[in-house]
């Protein structure tokens, strides 16, 4: 069955930097387009950025310059590499991947705060 499992949260200061990981097993990764979301508390939850199978990428507005996606194949996983962190970016991370049905990881908390 599908699993995703992300990594790497954790408590940063404003103008840090976190590396967020997600594993997925389960299905034929190199061919999936891969995406982080994020849920701020009482917010919606948002696309931060998404990975082409192509290796093409999106990114949301609030994060284009600072945050890069990436992935390796090789390892089954999907990076998130977040730059220059702010107060708002203050969330839970989840990894997604859509595969006839949309599949969740638990997420992983990041905290952003001096």
């Known amino acids: 069955q599908v699993q995703l499992v992300e990594s790497g949260g954790g408590l940063v200061q404003p103008g840090g930097s976190l590396r967020l990981s997600c594993v997925a097993s389960g299905f034929t990764f190199s061919t999936y387009t891969m995406n982080w979301y994020r849920q701020a508390p009482g917010k919606e939850r948002e696309l931060v950025a998404k990975?082409?199978?192509?290796?093409?990428?999106v990114y949301g507005d609030s994060v284009k310059g600072r945050f890069t996606i990436s992935r390796d194949n090789g390892k089954n996983t999907v990076y998130l590499q977040m730059n220059s962190l702010k107060p708002e970016d203050t969330a839970v991370y989840y990894c997604n991947v859509v595969r006839y049905i949309v599949y969740w990881g638990k997420g992983t908390l990041v905290t952003v705060s001096s």
């Open positions: 990975v082409t199978s192509a290796g093409n990428t």
